[in-house]
């Protein structure tokens, strides 16, 4: 984990120094799950924030979704849903795989 957290630090710090917001807000999304998956609450909530910071966009959006819900908070997941749902209404992938994923974390919690 301390290797993808230093990789994933220098890839966002890249994007950052190259003006891809998007990218970057990719990437911290990722770090979000990723952190979320092993069980670090804290640290897939700051990334997310992190990632929303950059960008609201379809790169990051649904994975920040999914992360908030594992991490236990369920409002901030379900205002991404409901962003995901308003700006992508026809996405199959938003809507058919990270907004049931993100549901089904915030009702299980």
Not at 52 to 71: D, E, M, Q, W
């Amino acid at each position: 984990m301390n290797s993808a957290r230093e990789l994933s630090t220098q890839a966002l710090q890249i994007a950052r120094e190259n003006n891809f917001k998007d990218s970057g807000a990719g990437v911290a999304a990722f770090e979000a799950l990723l952190e979320a998956e092993v069980g670090n609450f804290g640290q897939a909530r700051k990334r997310a924030t992190a990632s929303l910071a950059l960008s609201h966009k379809r790169t990051n959006l649904p994975a920040i979704a999914v992360a908030f819900a594992l991490a236990g908070d369920s409002k901030q997941a379900q205002g991404i849903v409901d962003e995901l749902k308003r700006r992508y209404p026809v996405d199959t992938v938003a809507n058919s795989v990270f907004i049931r994923s993100s549901t089904a974390g915030i009702r299980s919690r």
